[in-house]
Nanobody, 124 residues
Framework: QVQLVESGGGLVQAGGSLRLSCAAP????????MGWFRQAQGKEREFVVG????????YYADSVKGRFTMSRDNAKNMVYLQMNSLKPEDTAVYYC?????????????????WGQGTQVTVSL
């Protein structure tokens, strides 16, 4: 069992930045590829970005490429999502997720564990 705890959400004006963090206590963190998803009110959960176990491969959704950066620190069991140039359409609950194996990053059903989510609201 992997417990994931997100933090760092909040309210920001368009064009601003936020940094989300996801803590994954435990000794098995490096076994998992990690991802960030988001879900806006009334919409389906959407893939944002995924990162391989060692951090050497990162996959971004087209909607966030060039604005968002995902990273991980395996020594601290942490993953991060730096979000710059935020837009109102980025408003959503953001979820951190962990998966085993080599399944596709952008399919939420491939992930085994999820955090509780953190709200990001971008105002005009």
């Amino acid at each position: 069992q992997v417990q994931l705890v997100e933090s760092g959400g909040g309210l920001v004006q368009a064009g601003g930045s936020l940094r989300l963090s996801c803590a994954a206590p435990g000794r098995t963190f490096t076994m998992y590829s990690m991802g960030w998803f988001r879900q806006a009110q009334g919409k389906e959960r959407e893939f944002v970005v995924g990162i391989s176990r060692g951090g050497g491969s990162i996959y971004y959704a087209d909607s966030v490429k060039g604005r968002f950066t995902m990273s991980r620190d395996n020594a601290k069991n942490m993953v991060y999502l730096q979000m710059n140039s935020l837009k109102p359409e980025d408003t959503a609950v953001y979820y951190c997720a962990a998966k085993l194996g080599a399944s596709t990053y952008n399919v939420y059903r491939n992930y085994d564990f999820w955090g509780q989510g953190t709200q990001v609201t971008v105002s005009l």
